[in-house]
C-alpha cells in the first residue's frame, strides 16, 4: 500500500513540473519562486545527505546539487533558467549569506582574537599574502586583456580559509586539541579578519574607478584604513552598547524578544557597514564576534536557549539557499572551452600552494607543518562570497567577475574543499605512525 502515495507523488510531480515549465501553472512572479525554493530546499538536504555519506561537507552537496539544478537546460528542462538571477532569489541568497557571517562570528569572540599566538598571527599572515599573490599573477598570466583590478580581485578570492571543514575533520579524528588544531583554529580567526578586510578595500578600490573617482596612494590607504577602522571600530563600540541593548530588550514581554534583538543588532551593524562603503558581511560577522553569553544572562535566567540555537532554523532555510543559488549559476557549459579549465586549474593550484606557504609560519610550536598547511587549504563558503560580490561589480561596463571566471572560481573551491579531509587524515596519520 505504501507504493501507491509514492507512484500518485511522482504522477502529480510528472503532470506539473512540465505543465509549470510551458508556463501553464505560472499566475504570478511568485508562484515560481515557491517551487523553486521547494527544490531548493529538498536538494539541499539530499544533496548533504549524499555528501556526509560520502565523508564530503554538506556545504559540497548543496553546491552540487546547485549546479544540477541551473544546468537543466542541457536536458531540455529549464525549469530554473529563469530563476538563477530573480530578484527574491536574490535577496533571500544575499540574507542567507548575512545570516552564515553572523553565525561564524558568533563562534568566536573578541578575547579569541587577543588570545590567538605568535605561530597563528604568521600563518594568517602569509595564508593571506602568498594566495593573494599568486591570484594576482594566475589573473594577469591567464586573463592579460582584462584589467588589472581582475586580476587584484582573484587575488582577494584565495585569501580566506573555510575552517569549518578542517575544524569537523580534526575533531573526527580525536585531534581537535592538537597543536595543530589550535595553530589552525586561531588562524583562521585572524585569516576570517583579514580577508574581510582586504574584501572591502578591494572592493571600495573598483567601486571608485567604476564611479571615475581618482585613485592615488593615498586613496588607496584611506580605502584600508576605513575597513580597518569599521571593523575594530564596530567591535570596540559594539561591546559596550552591546550589553544595555540586550538589557533593555529582555525588559520586553513576549516570544522570542532574544532572537529579534540578537538579529536587529546584526542587521543594523550590516547596514551600517554598507553605509560607510563595505560589504554588508563585515558588519554581521563583527555582529557575532562582539555578542557574548555575558551579554544574554537575563534572557538566560528566564530560562531562553542558547542564541546559536534559535539561529538554526532560520540558517537551515536561508543559508543553503544562498549555496544552491550560487551552484546554479555555473554554467558547466563553459568548461568545453579550454582556457576556462586551464584557469580553473592554475587558481586551484595557486589555492593549494598558497596555503602550504602559511604553514613556515607555525614556529615553535612542534606542530606539523604540512598538517598545518592542508589543514588551511579549503575556501568553502567564503571563497563563494567573495565570487558572488565579484558578479555584482563592474568597471568600464564589464562585470569584475564574468561567468567563466565565476565558473573556474567554483572549481577551484569545490576541489580545495574536497582534498582537504582525505588529505589532512593522511597527514595526521603519518605523523603519528612516525612518533
Known amino acids: 500500500m505504501k507504493t501507491v502515495p509514492l507512484i500518485g507523488t511522482v504522477g502529480f510531480l510528472a503532470v506539473t513540473i512540465p505543465a509549470y515549465a510551458s508556463g501553464g501553472l505560472t499566475t504570478d512572479h511568485f508562484s515560481p519562486v515557491v517551487l523553486t525554493l521547494a527544490a531548493i530546499l529538498a536538494g539541499a538536504k539530499i544533496g548533504g545527505h549524499l555528501a556526509i555519506r560520502l565523508g564530503q561537507p554538506a556545504v559540497l552537496g548543496e553546491l552540487l546539487v546547485g549546479i544540477l539544478l541551473g544546468n537543466l537546460s542541457w536536458s531540455g528542462l529549464s525549469l530554473f533558467e529563469s530563476m538563477k538571477n530573480d530578484v527574491t532569489l536574490d535577496a533571500l541568497s544575499s540574507l542567507g549569506v548575512i545570516i552564515l557571517l553572523f553565525e561564524v562570528g558568533l563562534e568566536s569572540t573578541v578575547r579569541d582574537m587577543l588570545k590567538v599566538g605568535l605561530s597563528s598571527f604568521l600563518v594568517a599572515s602569509l595564508g593571506v599574502i602568498t594566495p593573494f599573490g599568486l591570484g594576482w599573477l594566475v589573473g594577469a598570466w591567464l586573463l592579460p586583456d582584462r584589467s588589472v583590478y581582475v586580476h587584484i580581485f582573484i587575488g582577494a578570492t584565495l585569501t580566506a580559509t573555510s575552517v569549518g571543514i578542517t575544524a569537523r575533520v580534526l575533531k573526527d ?235 573556474a572560481i567554483v572549481v577551484m573551491v569545490l576541489v580545495t574543499t574536497l582534498v582537504t579531509p582525505p588529505t589532512l587524515k593522511w597527514s595526521l596519520s603519518r605523523r603519528a605512525d612516525s612518533l
Not at 564611479?211 to 580597518?228: A, D, P
Not at 568600464?396 to 564574468?402: F, N, P, V
Open 173 to 407: 579524528l580525536g585531534k581537535g586539541q592538537s597543536p595543530e588544531a589550535r595553530i589552525i583554529i586561531g588562524a583562521a580567526v585572524i585569516d576570517d579578519v583579514m580577508g574581510l578586510v582586504i574584501l572591502a578595500a578591494v572592493t571600495g578600490l573598483i567601486q571608485a574607478v567604476a564611479t571615475g573617482t581618482s585613485v592615488s596612494c593615498s586613496s588607496l590607504v584611506f580605502i584600508l584604513v576605513k575597513s580597518t577602522g569599521f571593523l575594530f571600530g564596530a567591535l570596540l563600540v559594539g561591546t559596550y552598547l552591546s550589553p544595555a541593548w540586550f538589557s533593555l530588550a529582555s525588559r520586553l514581554d513576549g516570544e522570542d524578544v532574544f532572537l529579534a534583538a540578537a538579529l536587529t543588532f546584526c542587521f543594523v551593524l550590516a547596514y551600517l557597514a554598507a553605509v560607510v562603503g563595505l560589504a554588508p558581511i563585515v558588519g554581521a560577522y563583527a555582529a557575532g564576534l562582539i555578542l557574548e553569553s555575558v551579554h544574554f544572562k537575563t534572557f538566560k535566567d528566564r530560562g531562553e536557549h542558547e542564541l546559536e540555537d534559535l539561529m538554526k532554523p532560520i540558517s537551515a532555510f536561508l543559508v543553503p539557499v544562498f549555496f544552491v543559488v550560487m551552484g546554479m549559476r555555473v554554467d558547466v557549459s563553459v568548461f568545453g572551452q579550454s582556457h576556462v579549465v586551464a584557469l580553473a586549474g592554475a587558481l586551484t593550484a595557486a589555492a593549494i600552494l598558497g596555503k602550504q606557504v602559511c604553514s613556515l609560519g607555525a614556529i615553535g610550536s612542534g606542530a606539523d607543518r604540512l598538517s598545518v598547511g592542508i589543514g588551511m587549504i579549503p575556501r568553502g563558503e567564503v571563497g563563494l562570497i567573495f565570487a558572488n560580490i565579484g558578479l555584482s561589480l563592474v568597471v568600464d561596463g564589464q562585470r569584475i567577475i564574468d561567468q567563466s571566471l565565476y565558473s
